[in-house]
């Protein structure tokens, strides 16, 4: 089983529309849970951040946290073909290692 | 603020060649990280320095990769020799505090390697 695992996509949205990004994790001990986007031929930027259960909103993102669950997911509302790119699902485990999950590509046709 | 940098951004190389990239945290960041990235898939860390020390190298294939960060701030990942599954981008990234438990890594631009 893989430490942290994302559907690798790709996922097709209409813009405007919600896109919604799934990620999963094995540690159960993990504190922080972060989203990063990645644009084609880019290096990865962060985008969200969560370290308790239920919902944190920053703009049009918002992500989404269950630790019993062992789940995590980021919705984008009102979906730009900006907004075109790969999601990086990262958690820090016991350890204090960033494992990232293989990534979702996101595309939002206009 | 300058950002991390990274360089030689490609390099093609042949199997059992040898490559080094460099890399240049931003100033003040006491985390540096180097992952690697092959098409399709997530970063996967090789090593992690706090300062000139080595926290986490678990994943590093030693046996032809090496790795090391002098004073404290900047780093060279070498690979020597080269297999064609060494193909992928190498990114360097750094954080300001250790552990990384704010998640917030800063990366470089990647470098770029091909091995023919």
């Known amino acids: 089983q893989k430490e942290v695992e994302q559907n690798s996509g790709p996922l097709s949205v209409p813009e405007g529309a919600i896109a919604s990004l799934n990620c999963t994790y094995s540690d159960r001990g993990s504190q922080s849970f972060f989203w990063y986007r990645q644009y084609s031929g880019k290096s990865p930027e962060l985008i969200m951040s969560?370290?308790?259960?239920g919902d944190k909103e920053d703009g049009r993102f918002t992500a989404q946290l269950n630790k019993a669950s062992q789940y995590v997911s980021l919705l984008i509302r009102d979906s730009q073909p900006s907004d075109s790119a790969t999601y990086l699902c990262a958690v820090n485990n016991q350890g204090g290692k960033l494992i990232f999950g293989q990534g979702t590509e996101l595309s939002v046709k206009p | 603020e300058a950002g991390v940098a990274q360089s030689p951004r490609y390099k093609i190389i042949e199997k059992r060649q040898s490559v080094a990239f460099w890399c240049n945290p931003i100033s003040g960041h006491a985390t540096l990280y180097w992952y690697q990235q092959i098409l399709g898939q997530g970063p996967k860390l090789l090593i992690q320095f706090q300062n000139n020390g080595v926290v986490d190298d678990s994943q590093l294939p030693k046996d032809r990769f090496s790795a090391e960060r002098l004073k404290g701030v900047d780093s060279t990942l070498k690979i020597q020799p080269a297999k064609l599954e060494d193909s992928a981008v190498y990114l360097c990234?750094?954080?300001?505090?250790?552990?990384?438990?704010?998640?917030?890594?800063?990366f470089g631009e990647g470098s770029r390697l091909t091995v023919l």
């Open positions: 969560i370290y308790s259960n």
């Open positions: 990234a750094s954080s300001l505090y250790a552990g990384s438990n704010t998640g917030e890594l800063f």
